[in-house]
């Protein structure tokens, strides 16, 4: 089994209205909380799942996927990005295989 988990960067709180993302591609309906994380499409997030991924545990992806990092309604420390490469696969409109060999070298992995 593998998983992905991220590290919170930086957190801000949004206004209702407000642009999250490169080319303003979510807005929010409501003031929420949004933290940047450490994991994007440098890291082989795929940007096909920008404004359209949810976490297993219903953490929504927010704004464009950027090199390094990727927004989400969130306030946790580590976020668990993926603990089943479906999951993105199907929010990509892709295959898990694909999702797999994108994922980048120099990944830190832990074997549990």
């Known amino acids: 089994m593998l998983s992905v988990y991220a590290d919170k960067i930086s ?3 949004i206004k209702s209205g ?3 993302g490169y080319g303003a591609t979510f ?14 499409y440098g890291d082989g997030f795929l940007r096909s799942c920008s ?3 949810k976490t297993r545990e219903g953490v929504e992806l927010v704004g ?3 090199m390094d990092n990727a927004s ?4 946790k420390p580590t ?3 993926f603990s089943d490469a479906r999951d993105v696969s199907e929010a990509a409109g892709t295959i898990s295989y694909e999702v ?4 980048k070298a120099n990944l830190k992995r832990t074997i549990v």
């Open 51 to 53: 404004g359209r991924f």
């Open 100 to 103: 797999l060999t994108s994922l």
């Open 18 to 20: 407000c642009c999250v």
């Open 11 to 13: 957190s801000r709180r």
């Open 79 to 81: 976020l668990c990005i």
């Open 64 to 66: 464009r996927i950027s």
């Open 72 to 75: 989400f309604v969130s306030d």
């Open 27 to 40: 807005t929010t309906k409501q003031e929420s909380l949004v933290s940047n994380y450490d994991f994007g």
